[in-house]
């Protein structure tokens, strides 16, 4: 329709005011590469990498144009003769998506150097010995909020089954995520934690493996497809009812499996049936789960959305609702906590001055709340939250944290 209702919610409009950056400009110039009208060039490869991804341009839409997926296809579309990315970020997209993510065992092996290095402090003599300015500003950055890695991930630290508190509800697969058993695997274990005291039982299937999510935004669609197959496969397997995820990016992928195998007849109909399986694991909670309590000391909070979570999963109330019911927490909405950070997966990698540009105008935003702690429902958006505490809180009285983990650290259990 061209009405432009998408514009105002685009975060690359509004930073730079131009069409070609809005989702109307893409979608004409996808449209004239198709068209043979233009061919796609370094400038349209620059546009088409520009955009986040955040898919903000969606539930606005009159005409339900799904833009995510034209992204997708279009960069799947490019990717065999992309050269606007360096060649650093190529060499690292190649090994991480294709060499890592894939596997459990390398991921277990990664996060057991990155201990090693944090307990041995490599990263500070890094610094000290200003070996760390040979790298780019935000990647130094990205050094000094890293969270401490896990060697043992979520199975490793509290086993693949867990039975519900009480009469039980449903059986929950727990998602584990790649990134997340890694550098969150604590967010993991907290996410069983609440889930079970809601009385679910869960199963952490251990050969579940990276949702895709990454692999399909950057135009792999072929290998986000092989690992969904594999994720399918190994939770039928399992026989749950309920699919918990705790990251917003890997939820939302994984809800879209439908769409992603929709040409595979051997796997279209159990792509369905997995992707009406995925929940946010608030969603679960607040739906599904028996009512939980929450207490804790006085501390102010607010919330940054997930934008795959609340765009694609549609999911924005209930980590609300669960944040408000917590005794002595004061929650202040902040203004724009539907517009992206700027994490975007690895864009603030790949892009970082445009990342920088949205976090710093998102960071204004969270000042004017004055929270004691930022949440969020994504690793990555985490990251990105602490990167702006990193630059903009002088005082460092702020923090950033996962929802989950807020709430079990605060969780008064039933007797
Ligand atoms: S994508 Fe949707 S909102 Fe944007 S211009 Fe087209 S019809 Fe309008
Ligand atoms: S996905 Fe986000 S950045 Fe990309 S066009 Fe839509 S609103 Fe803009």
Redesign the pocket.
């Known amino acids: 329709?061209?009405?432009?209702?998408?514009?105002p919610a685009c975060p690359t409009f509004r930073e730079t005011g131009v069409e070609q950056e809005?989702?109307?400009g893409r979608?004409s110039l996808m449209k004239a590469a198709v068209d043979g009208l233009m061919e796609p060039n370094h400038d349209f490869e620059e546009q088409m990498n520009h955009c986040l991804g955040c898919r903000a341009?969606e539930p606005?839409?009159?005409?339900?144009?799904q833009?995510g997926h034209l992204i997708e296809q279009t960069r799947d579309a490019l990717e065999d003769h992309t050269q606007t990315h360096r060649p650093w970020i190529r060499a690292v997209r190649r090994i991480a998506f294709q060499q890592l993510f894939p596997y459990q065992q390398r991921m277990r092996l990664l996060g057991g150097a990155l201990r090693l290095a944090q307990k041995w402090k490599l990263n500070q003599a890094a610094r000290k010995t200003g070996l760390m300015k040979l790298f780019p500003p935000h990647l130094q950055a990205m050094e000094r909020i890293m969270p401490e890695a896990s060697y043992q991930g979520v199975i490793g630290l509290i086993g693949e089954r867990h039975p519900a508190k009480g009469e039980k509800i449903a059986t929950v697969g727990l998602f584990r995520g790649c990134i997340m058993d890694v550098l969150f695997a604590g967010t993991n274990v907290n996410t069983v934690k609440l889930l079970t005291e809601a009385g679910f039982e869960v199963v952490i299937p251990p050969d579940q493996n990276c949702c895709g999510a990454l692999h399909a935004h950057s135009g792999e669609a072929e290998q986000a497809r092989g690992l969904a197959r594999r994720n399918i496969q190994v939770f039928q397997a399992a026989g749950v009812d309920y699919i918990a995820s705790n990251a917003g990016g890997c939820g939302a992928s994984m809800v879209e499996y439908g769409h992603l195998l929709h040409e595979d007849p051997d796997w279209k109909e159990g792509a369905e049936w997995f992707a009406s399986r995925v929940f946010d694991i608030s969603d679960l909670l607040v739906r599904f789960g028996r009512a939980l309590q929450f207490s804790g000391s006085a501390v102010r909070i607010t919330y940054q959305d997930s934008c795959h979570l609340r765009n694609v999963m549609r999911s924005s109330d209930a980590p609300r609702r669960l944040m408000k019911q917590v005794e002595g927490a004061v929650f202040t909405e902040m203004k724009e906590a539907d517009r992206c950070c700027g994490s975007a997966g690895i864009y603030n990698l790949t892009q970082p001055d445009m990342a920088g540009q949205i976090l710093d105008h998102k960071m204004a935003h969270v000042q004017a709340a004055a929270p004691d702690c930022l949440l969020t429902s994504n690793p990555g958006c985490l990251l990105q939250m602490k990167l702006g505490i990193d630059k903009h809180d002088a005082a460092g009285t702020m923090q950033a944290g996962h929802v989950v983990d807020f709430l079990a650290e605060r969780l008064v259990p039933a007797k």
């Open positions: 329709m061209r009405c432009g209702f998408c514009l809005s989702p109307r979608i341009c606005v839409c009159p005409a339900g144009v833009y």
